[in-house]
């Protein structure tokens, strides 16, 4: 079985979000109590603790 893709997130002006990075874009671009959650990806322990986990749920997704 492939790999499934990961989640996108694609700019108007066509910068592309994957993964975790495209969960937290799309948080941001919510805003109001979102903009908080979705801001703390660009802190760098806490972006790449997200990147790693969302990593491993998708290894992990075609068993649910």
């Known amino acids: 079985m492939a790999d499934a893709p990961a989640l996108e997130a694609i700019e108007p002006g066509g910068r592309r979000?994957?993964?975790?990075a495209a969960v937290n874009r799309v948080l941001r671009?919510?805003?109001?109590?979102?903009l908080l959650p979705g801001s703390l990806y660009l802190v760098p322990p806490?972006?790449?603790?997200e990147d790693r986990?969302?990593?491993?749920?998708a290894r992990r997704r075609a068993w649910w």
């Open 29 to 34: 671009e919510l805003g109001g109590a979102w």
């Open 53 to 57: 986990y969302y990593a491993r749920v």
């Open 46 to 49: 806490i972006g790449w603790l």
């Open 17 to 20: 979000f994957a993964g975790a």
